[in-house]
């Protein structure tokens, strides 16, 4: 082969990488801003021809005390319901992807008439808290750590409840292996959360956009590494279940298609040995679906839980 050809040859491949390069730069940016970046866009709340949206309207006639705290430099947010009854048992409700603490005042009132006090957090990046880039439960669990501890701080006899639904249920689980989590964290509730950040994102890019997970998705985990210093595999709900010693309740629907069905058994069966789990399919939910679907099963289940391991 001539020099020349190969020149040619050279240039024409090295413009070509360089072309799928500058594409798969201009693709992670792109579904960076989409993912990660903070969008203040109203969130879909409880429709008025839900069976909870009597739920929601008695929510809001209880008076709210608006909290805050400052977390990682961050001042955040929330909503504080007393229970009727004086009560030393609290729920930490925390809200799922590009949602805040409004879109939860149905799982609020659930609890609210369990007996229990109540407290709905805006994650940040979320709400009426600050912040601009959402981390998937990575530092969110920070977050929920640094609520239950100024709960325990300001009531030392405190029991406290986890619950999150869909992002909010990964964060919960994030945090239950982590020593800084108060021992007054003593049971958690997930509804529909996801196993791992990466797991979602690749099932996201099939599923919404038909994309493989190499390059975008890698470019994308190797992006937030830089702007926010971990990598996707690092947010992970099941190596943080397999250290777990706290009595979890694992929820889902069985036609969940945004946050794969799936991911229940992966979450369930990573939980560690001995540590006490209990899990919950119901039947034609979608996601994030399951107590609309079947308010009384999902009630139920929730006291009966919180009967055995919190003596509601």
Not at 43 to 56: A, G, R
Not at 88 to 113: A, D, P, W
Not at 226 to 233: E, P, T
Not at 244 to 252: D, E, G, Q, W
């Amino acid at each position: 082969m001539k020099k020349s050809t190969k020149k040619k040859l050279t240039i024409w491949s090295s413009s070509i990488v360089a072309l799928l390069l500058l594409i798969d730069l201009g693709a992670t940016f792109y579904f960076y801003n989409i993912a990660y970046v903070r969008n203040d866009i109203p969130t879909n709340q409880v429709e008025s021809s839900s069976k909870n949206f009597p739920l929601v309207k008695k929510f809001d006639q209880l008076e709210k005390t608006d909290l805050t705290i400052k977390n990682d430099g961050l001042k955040l947010k929330a909503w504080y319901v007393p229970a009727e009854k004086k009560t030393n048992k609290t729920v930490i409700v925390v809200h799922g992807f590009r949602q805040s603490k409004e879109t939860m005042r149905q799982y609020g009132q659930l609890f609210h008439e369990l007996g229990y006090n109540v407290l709905l957090p805006d994650n940040r990046a979320a709400g009426d808290s600050e912040g601009q880039l959402i981390t998937y439960g990575f530092h969110d669990k920070k977050d929920v750590i640094a609520w239950a501890k100024k709960l325990t701080d300001e009531n030392p006899k405190t029991n406290i409840t986890l619950f999150g639904l869909s992002m909010g249920a990964a964060t919960v689980m994030m945090a239950s292996n982590q020593e800084e989590l108060p021992d007054s964290v003593n049971s958690i509730i997930e509804d529909c959360g996801y196993s791992d950040a990466w797991s979602e994102i690749t099932y996201q890019a099939k599923s919404t956009y038909n994309i493989p997970p190499f390059p975008l998705v890698y470019s994308l985990s190797a992006m937030n590494k830089v702007r926010q210093g971990w990598f996707l595999k690092e947010a992970s709900a099941t190596q943080a279940l397999s250290e777990n010693k706290r009595p979890i309740l694992l929820i889902h629907g069985d036609s969940d298609t945004y946050v794969p069905t799936a991911m229940l058994y992966d979450n369930y069966k990573a939980v560690k040995a001995g540590t006490p789990k209990e899990m919950l399919l119901i039947k034609g939910a979608a996601h994030a679906k399951a107590f609309e679907t079947n308010p009384s099963l999902y009630q139920q289940t929730i006291e009966k839980f919180l009967k055995k391991y919190n003596g509601l």
